[in-house]
């Protein structure tokens, strides 16, 4: 986040380069310590593959199989679009090492409003991801424990939130160490059906391409956008920037390397699981992998387990990761003064404590409002609405790269090649072709749920902008991009 600068006088809380009056004052309170960098290239590159590869690795096989096998070219399309987002992540990484990732980029690039409303965005999603995880996560704890009843499901379901808070709250070290354990544990079973399945599958378990006989691009659009839901995290280490070492060169190379891996195992897990599991049960298995570990080693209990536990162990690892990237993006506005001071309060583990509990309530009642129809159609709901809401940050940090590419030519002056820049800006408006396509794919009722939550970060915009003017004294105090000075390379 940007702090103040001595040569300018520039106040803390306001953009180096910046015209006077560009936002709003932030309080007059003492600044906020620096937070130490703890995530080092194999912790950051854990947090990512832990964010993306959560427990919805296990469950989307069986959400998207009801589209066809069309899911597997959907799956393919969305990984190679994910990478070249992850790239875009790295270059604006590299221009703005800030903790806020996506809030950052589009304050500087576009204003104070677009700013806010990137970081309202990006909060919803964070725990709106959160409290899909753990549905899916549910449905396999149900394969180890059975739980019978609502009641007992939810009960924990939110337990498991609150266990995630917990161990966020005892630092962001604490919650590396989770997310490097819980990524290499997941990955055993998850290759192990995704390589050795590939010599059990049967063509007739595959089912029809398309559905129902339905629309190619309708049911490719359709299943792109709840498996979007798969890649959400891209963005965890530019988020966390100033947590991780020598983030100008670290967070490019975790983010890319992350969502690479990420994909590969993805396209090869989902082929496998496709081809074991008959079409009609997967449409309606609430534990696809486990069901995959049966067919491959002739239907034992015991396969399933491991495959059960596999997913449980993920999906911890994950609720972890997010809850610790829910806070960090409130805690980047709070800074700025676009979120309520509390949200910058910080334990003395340096956890933004606010941020951490006040996700976690908010991730409860979103589960608890969705788990009525059930694990799978509360699992697609959340899945659809995150989506959407992650579609604001990454098409404004996308829109933000185009930008700066067409005026300053990126961090590191002009490319040294029109066919670099030429480059460049392809893959920023890949990028942003491609969050304008998952919209279009998440559905009337996600986009209208999604938009309603959106919109409804405005009054609290409005609370935050009085605030600024009053503690100027009355002068009205302008917001606006920080001016055609972008910031350099340090």
């Known amino acids: 986040m940007s702090h103040a600068d001595p040569a300018s006088g520039a106040p803390p809380g306001s953009s180096s380069g910046a015209s006077p009056g560009a936002g709003p004052v932030p309080p007059t309170v003492a600044p906020p310590p620096p937070v130490p960098a703890r995530l080092g290239l194999v912790a950051a590159t854990a947090l990512v593959m832990g964010n993306v590869i959560g427990v919805g690795v296990f469950q989307l096989p069986a959400a998207v199989a009801g589209f066809g096998t069309i899911g597997i070219v959907a799956f393919a399309v969305i990984g190679a679009c994910s990478i070249l987002l992850a790239v875009v992540f790295g270059w604006l990484a590299q221009r703005l090492p800030d903790t806020g990732g996506p809030y950052v980029y589009a304050r500087e690039a576009f204003g104070e409003l677009p700013g ?39 009960a924990v379901t939110v337990g498991a939130l609150w266990l995630a808070v917990l161990a966020n709250l005892a630092g962001v070290r604490g919650a590396g160490m989770i997310a490097v354990v819980t990524t290499v544990l997941k990955f055993v079973p998850l290759v192990l059906v995704a390589v050795v399945g590939l010599f059990f599958v049967r063509a007739e378990n595959f ?84 069901d995959a570990a049966r067919a491959i080693f002739g239907g034992g209990q015991a396969a399933g387990t491991v495959l059960a536990a596999a997913a449980v162990i993920s999906g911890a690892g994950t609720l972890v990761g997010w809850t610790l990237v829910s806070a960090r993006m409130p805690y980047a506005a709070a800074r700025d003064g676009l979120f309520p001071e509390i949200f910058r309060a910080v334990n003395r583990r340096g956890a ?72 460049d800006v392809i893959i920023a408006l890949v990028a942003v072709a491609f969050t304008l396509w998952l919209v279009a794919g998440a559905g009337y009722a996600a986009v209208y749920q999604g938009v309603l939550l959106v919109l409804a970060g405005i009054p609290v915009y409005v609370w935050m902008r009085w605030r600024a003017v009053v503690r100027a004294g009355g002068r009205n105090v302008r917001g606006g991009a920080s001016g055609t000075v972008k910031p350099q390379v340090r």
């Open 352 to 423: 933004p404590w606010a941020g951490l509990v006040v996700s976690g309530a908010l991730a409860s009642l979103l589960t608890l409002a969705n788990y009525t129809g059930g694990l799978q159609s509360a699992f697609t709901a959340l899945a659809l609405l995150t989506t959407f809401t992650a579609a604001v940050p990454y098409i404004f940090s996308a829109a933000a790269q185009l930008l700066w590419l067409l005026t300053d030519r990126g961090p590191e002056g002009r490319p040294v090649s029109t066919a670099r820049l030429a480059r």
């Open 207 to 290: 089912g029809p391409f398309v559905a129902d006989g339905g629309d190619a691009l309708g049911s490719l659009t359709a299943a792109g956008a709840v498996l979007m839901f798969s890649f959400l995290g891209v963005e965890s280490a530019a988020v966390a920037a100033e947590e991780v070492h020598e983030p100008r060169r670290n967070v490019m190379r975790a983010t890319v390397i992350g969502t690479l891996v990420s994909a590969v195992v993805y396209l090869l897990g989902t082929v496998a699981v496709f081809g074991l599991v008959p079409h009609g049960d997967l449409a309606r298995s609430t534990a696809p992998y486990a």
């Open 116 to 154: 806010f409303l990137t970081a309202w965005s990006y909060w919803i999603t964070a725990w709106a991801s959160n409290a899909a995880l753990v549905v899916a996560w549910a449905g396999y704890v149900n394969v180890l424990v059975p739980l019978p009843g609502t009641g007992r499901a939810l």
